[in-house]
Nanobody, 125 residues
């Protein structure tokens, strides 16, 4: 059974940085494309970033491009999301998700077969 566990969320101020992590167990992490999504109160879940299985390609939502960086360590079965210049509108529960091959549409939640339970990120103004 594939399990994803996020960590590293917290309360920060506008302009601060934060790194969230997602540890994956029970599956073949090296084969997965990994994504980060977020959901703010009263809003739909939205795509944040994706990294392909070999870390060659990364993709970002326009709202985080240039501020967030997704990375992965295949030796540790872990994917990271480094968030810089945080804004109050970045406040959300952040979820990581795994997409095993064959890979689907990267920004679509339905593409991802496995999900974590999320970690709360709150940015105060």
């Amino acid at each position: 059974q594939v399990q994803l566990v996020e960590s590293g969320g917290g309360l920060v101020q506008t302009g601060d940085s934060l790194r969230v992590s997602c540890a994956v167990s029970g599956g073949t992490f090296n084969n997965y494309a990994m994504g980060w999504f977020r959901q703010a109160p009263g809003k739909e879940r939205e795509f944040v970033a994706q990294i392909n299985w070999n870390a060659i390609n990364t993709y970002y939502a326009d709202s985080v491009e240039g501020r967030f960086t997704i990375s992965r360590d295949n030796a540790k079965n872990t994917v990271y999301l480094q968030m810089n210049s945080l804004k109050p509108e970045d406040t959300a529960v952040y979820y990581c998700a795994a997409d095993p091959p064959p890979f689907g549409i990267r920004w679509a939640g339905a593409t991802y077969a496995f999900w974590g339970r999320g970690t709360q990120v709150t940015v105060s103004s």
